[in-house]
């Protein structure tokens, strides 16, 4: 049987309420800084809850300067993240498809939907089926660097661009193609998904303190905050990034998906499937158990998954749990649905890249009941090597990830 081959990481982007760019939210999210604030887009006064993590200001005027006029007048904001995010990480990793085959070179995201929405339509309503298409995203980016490999969107909810992460790796690892492209963005901030989600008893209705609504793990969290962003990053075999010089930041080195057959909205008792999940992802890694130092968990701030979480977490890792870093930075940028398992894939690279760990934040009332190191309120300084980004959405779509150091 062929060895597979390694897969690298040598770009990255994440566009969210924290930042345009990387950079930026890096610092915020080391800074411990919430994106959340009363919603801007539309009038939310109808709405229980009337706040969200919403992209700064300029994105607009960013899309306007970096994207075409004709090619922005058939695009969606979600399809536009996309774009501009994905831009980005290539532009990070330095390189240049015209050195590639471009028929193994691929680009998979993770698009729940295009949003097209009535704010959308409002807006522009021509090129409509276009705009509606869930593989606009990654059509797009193809065509820009004519890539002829394969190009597809994965659905699969709030685990979407985690399952896209593993479906990038197998096309490397299996010598399938040199480049895949991968990422994942949403944006559910809009009337009818807001008042979606508060029937279903999901989100925050902290209106008094959108900053502090998000607070994964504790006695007092009361649902998630919607978020909306996009995460891109470029995966290459280590052979092709090493040939070219590249810079890599993490490796990602195993993952598994798995479906729990149990529930449309509700994780398994006791966190039963998430534990799965987990284990499957570390065996297929090939690393040991005693080699993790830090989980990015899904961490969404609502009752059960964080419970559940946390006791899949002690079940698979059993004494150790207690000596790992685990923290949500949902805490501050917010649940990205899609996007989620990409924009935390990438923020779970770059704490093995820079060696630190970013925190969850508004950990001001512990729950007894939960009693990992969550890594409170401030970053702390720690060399990572092995590391694991868990997705697990509606439906029971689970996805966990390996990243490790390269």
Request: proline share 3%.
């Amino acid at each position: 049987m062929p060895q597979k081959k390694k897969v690298v990481i040598t770009g990255m982007d994440i566009i969210s309420s924290l930042g345009l760019n990387i950079d930026t939210n890096w610092e915020n999210l080391l800074n411990g800084k919430s994106g959340a604030k009363k919603i801007v887009s539309f009038d939310p006064s109808h709405c229980t809850t009337q706040f969200g993590a919403q992209l700064p200001d300029g994105f607009e005027e960013y899309a306007e300067k970096n994207i075409s006029r004709r090619l922005k007048k058939k695009m969606t904001r979600v399809t536009k993240m996309s774009y501009l995010c994905s831009k980005q990480a290539i532009e990070s990793s330095r390189i240049s498809f015209d050195d590639y085959d471009k028929t193994r070179c691929a680009v998979i995201f993770g698009i729940v939907s295009n949003n097209y929405s009535a704010i959308e339509k409002e807006k522009n309503n021509d090129y409509k089926i276009i705009k509606a298409m869930s593989n606009a995203p990654s059509a797009w980016i193809s065509l820009e660097y004519g890539l002829e490999g394969p190009s597809y969107s994965v659905a699969t909810a709030c685990a979407s661009s985690a399952y896209a992460i593993g479906a990038g790796y197998d096309l490397i690892a299996d010598n399938k193609s040199d480049v895949v492209v991968v990422g994942g963005a949403d944006s559910h901030i809009e009337p009818e998904k807001i008042d979606s989600f508060n029937k279903l008893y999901a989100l925050s209705v902290r209106n008094e303190s959108p900053e502090t609504a998000s607070r994964p793990f504790t006695k007092t969290r009361d649902g998630f905050v919607m978020g909306e962003g996009a995460g891109c990053m470029v995966l290459e075999s280590e052979e092709s990034a090493l040939k070219r010089g590249a810079k890599i930041y993490a490796v990602v080195s195993g993952y598994a998906t798995t479906s729990e057959a149990f529930n449309i909205v509700a994780p398994k008792k006791d966190g039963v499937g998430m534990a799965k999940t987990m284990e499957l992802a570390i065996q297929n890694s090939g690393v040991s158990k005693h080699d993790f130092d830090y989980i990015n968990a899904h961490g969404t701030s609502t009752y059960f998954n964080d419970k559940y979480e946390t006791m899949a977490i002690k079940n698979v890792f059993g004494k150790r749990s207690s000596e790992l870093l685990v923290s949500s930075s949902k805490s501050m940028h917010g649940h990205t649905i899609g996007a989620a398992g990409a924009i935390e894939g990438i923020i779970t690279a770059m704490t093995i890249h820079s060696g630190i760990v970013t925190p969850t934040i508004n950990y001001i009332d512990p729950d007894p009941e939960l009693d990992l190191n969550y890594v409170p309120n401030n970053s702390v300084k720690k060399n990572i090597h092995v590391a694991l980004s868990n997705s697990f959405g509606f439906g029971g779509h689970n996805a966990s990830i390996v990243f490790t150091h390269i």
